[in-house]
Structures are given as C-alpha cells and as structure tokens.
C-alpha cells in the first residue's frame, strides 16, 4: 500500500541553523508534493509545493527539493527562528478516483527551535 | 475574514448522540473535505466535495453522513457516536490544489465520553 514516512517524529535545532525534514514514500509516484506548517490547536497551513518536474523550489528562508528516483523530499528552513518551532506536514496529492484528488498526509516532524 | 470557519471549535458529547459539525468557505472554492486527524496527529480524508457532489468518500462508517447545501458549506452529521470517533475534524477547500495548495480551517476538537 501506499506509505508516506516522514522520518524524524522531532527535531531539535539552535537558533540560526538550518533545519533539514525528510519525507520519503514508497508504491507510489506522485505528481506533485506539498509541504503544510501545523500549530498546536490550529490547522495546516500550506507552505510549498513542488512538481515531480521541479528539482527544487524556494520561498523566502524555505527550500524543498524533491527526487523522484529516491523517492524523497528535502525540507529546509535556513537561519531558523524560535518561531519556526511547530510541525511540518509531508503532503502527497493522489488521485482516489477519476472525479477527485485529496491530499496524503505522512504524520509529520515536529520542530523545536531553541534560542 | 477567516478563509475556513468550523463551528464548534469543541464537541464533548456521550456515546450513541448524534452531532453536527458545521464548516464554511468564504474563497470561493469548488471543492471541499473532510479530514480526521487521531490521537497520533495522523490525518486522513474522509470525504470530498466538488461542486455540492460528492466525489471522495474514503472507508468511513456509514454513522458519518456529509451534506453541502451550497459549494461554500459542508457540514459532517455523525450517528451514534462511538468513542473512537474521538479526534480532531478538519475542514479543508481548495480551487485547484495542485497549483495552490488546500486551505484548512482550525479544526473541531470532538470527544466522545
């Protein structure tokens, strides 16, 4: 069946360094891959999305990268900020039905910035 | 102006009530879902909409009933609540989610007793 895993369930980084998130998937080959920010009691909020053509794609301190032949995406936060701390949300969209997409969730890695 | 709107924000009800919860867009998006994040923070599809049609509807029991009585609303009815229908519903649209992303609302947090 399909699987998304993000590996790390936390990361603890310091102030100022770059934060690195993994997600890999596997029987699966999606489109397109997206990448949500989740805070305690709220809902995901959209952050990146990168097609299976992109290499990479930056927004401000983010950076993703996707590699379709490792079948894993890269997520980066440069120069990271105590308010970065939250948990990041690996997203596939699939194809359930010819009709509908929805999105795949992995169970996400939450970051800890210290200062 | 919230994007996403759930009402309520809490739900704590007894086995076997029946309950509503209430979700409205105000970007003007074709299709809406319903997702249920578990105690393990793993959300998953429930349901989609498109256009007040039903197009996704993902091994959820029958007790889980959607309506959109219009392309800005979909409300969740559960029948007979269970105890492990315990967790936190999420409201989500999108227009074209591949090209921008699914927005999300805050979330109702239901807790069966």
């Known amino acids: 069946s399909q699987k998304i895993e993000q590996n790390s369930e936390a990361l603890n980084i310091q102030e100022g360094k770059t934060a690195t998130l993994t997600c890999n998937y596997t029987n699966y080959s999606p489109a397109y891959l997206q990448w949500y920010r989740q805070d305690p009691g709220r809902g995901p909020v959209f952050l990146l999305l990168?097609?299976?053509?992109?290499k990479e794609k930056r927004k401000e301190r983010l950076k993703v990268t996707f590699d379709t032949t490792l079948k894993q995406s890269l997520f980066h936060i440069t120069a990271s900020q105590p308010a970065d701390s939250a948990t990041y949300l690996c997203?596939?969209?699939?194809?359930?039905?010819?009709?509908?997409?929805?999105?795949?969730f992995g169970k996400g890695t939450t970051l800890s910035v210290s200062s | 102006d919230t994007a996403v709107s759930q009402t309520p924000k809490y739900l704590v009800t007894q086995m076997g009530n029946d309950k509503s919860i209430k979700c409205e867009q105000n970007l003007g998006h074709d299709t809406m879902y319903w997702y249920k994040q578990d105690s393990k923070k793993f959300l998953k599809i429930m349901f989609s909409y498109n256009n007040k049609e039903l197009i996704i509807n993902e091994t959820v029991p029958n007790r889980f009933s959607p309506k959109s009585p219009d392309k800005a609303h979909l409300n969740l009815h559960i029948n007979s609540l269970e105890l492990g229908d315990s967790a936190v519903y999420f409201c989500?649209?999108?227009?074209?989610?591949?090209?921008?992303?699914?927005?999300f609302g805050s979330g109702t947090r239901l807790t069966v007793v």
């Open positions: 989500a649209s999108s227009q074209d989610g591949r090209t921008y992303g699914y927005t």
């Open positions: 997203a596939l969209d699939r194809d359930l039905n010819q009709a509908g997409t929805a999105l795949i």
């Open positions: 990168i097609r299976e053509n992109e």
